[in-house]
């Protein structure tokens, strides 16, 4: 009686939730499953980015190596292909065994894909030069603007939800060429992740205190998104370690050496 009892138990928790005990994997063997996926990121800093050696480097890129190597995967920052956002986020929802970071979490996204965080907070904003004096309180406001956006980034998901005309959205690859749109006056704002605008524009020798965040769209945290077909068993062990590398200040540590 008892022993079919706790059969019982078994099959209620694998039909509500899914995973049963016998689903678990060690760390060595999320290890490997992790070290035969395909890494994808973006020029996204100080999040991630190329650093001068040619390697992928920055905040994301250190946590990321801190997790994997907790948990024994031999992955390298050799490993991440920085390429542009649009193309690699079709990737990871096309491609089973991909990765790309760093990705701002949002419901549309979760339901696409498995993500492993959050690392980082992160701040999506429309940007106005302050010379113009643009007041942004409603999406009114909004709509009376030409607003620049990155293809696929979470800056023209949201603005997308404002149903602003075709006409009022200039999409861009990257935010060098929106950038370029922005400084020649072809677009009035553009929306984007404020810290990673900043640190472009301070990149460039400009003075990044010429623009403002007229508008905050969303201030969520970045995280690690995976193909949906990703199981759950080989995400726990990564997870895991991300949790753990927050609650001994390792995470606070990473992000502070790069305020600097």
Same mark, same amino acid.
């Given at each position: 009686?008892?022993?079919? $009892? +706790?059969?019982?138990?078994? #099959?209620?928790?694998?039909?509500?939730?899914?995973?049963?005990?016998?689903?678990? +994997?060690?760390? =060595?063997?999320?290890a490997r499953k992790l070290e035969a996926m395909d890494w994808y990121s973006e020029e996204y800093p100080p999040y991630n980015y190329l650093g001068k050696d040619g390697i992928a480097t920055g905040m994301a890129v250190?946590?990321?190596?801190?997790?994997?190597? %907790?948990?024994?995967?031999?992955?390298?920052? =050799?490993?991440?292909?920085?390429?542009?956002?649009?193309?690699?986020?079709k990737r990871v929802q096309r491609?089973?065994?991909?990765?790309? #970071?760093?990705?701002? !979490?949002?419901? =549309? @996204? =979760?339901?696409? $894909?498995?993500?492993v965080g959050p690392s980082i907070p992160v701040r999506i904003s429309v940007i106005v030069p302050r010379a113009k004096n643009l007041k942004v309180n409603s999406i009114a406001d909004l709509s009376a603007l030409r607003i620049g956006v990155v293809r696929d980034d979470v800056g023209d998901q949201l603005i997308r939800k404002f149903?602003?005309?075709?006409?009022?959205?200039?999409? %861009?690859?990257?935010? @060098?060429?929106?950038?370029? !749109? #922005?400084? @020649?006056? @072809?677009?009035?704002?553009?929306?984007?992740?404020?810290?990673?605008?900043? /640190? !472009?524009?301070?990149?460039?020798g400009e003075d990044p205190g010429q623009y403002e965040e007229a508008y905050v769209l969303k201030e969520g945290h970045l995280g690690y998104a #995976? /193909? /949906?077909?990703?199981?759950?068993?080989?995400?726990?062990? +990564?997870?895991?370690?991300?949790?753990d590398l927050r609650a001994d200040g390792t995470i606070d540590r990473i992000i502070a050496g790069y305020s600097n």
């Open positions: 009686m008892i022993k079919q $009892m +706790l059969l019982k138990v078994v #099959f209620c928790a694998v039909i509500l939730f899914g995973v049963s005990p016998l689903s678990a +994997l060690s760390n =060595e063997e999320a250190d946590i990321l190596i801190a997790a994997l190597k %907790k948990i024994g995967a031999n992955i390298s920052p =050799e490993a991440f292909k920085i390429v542009p956002w649009n193309e690699s986020y491609n089973p065994g991909t990765v790309l #970071f760093s990705m701002t !979490y949002t419901p =549309e @996204r =979760e339901r696409m $894909m498995k993500f149903a602003l005309s075709d006409d009022a959205i200039a999409k %861009k690859d990257s935010l @060098r060429q929106l950038s370029y !749109y #922005f400084a @020649r006056g @072809r677009v009035d704002a553009i929306a984007y992740a404020s810290q990673v605008f900043s /640190h !472009y524009i301070k990149s460039a #995976f /193909h /949906h077909s990703t199981p759950p068993e080989v995400l726990a062990p +990564l997870q895991k370690a991300i949790n």
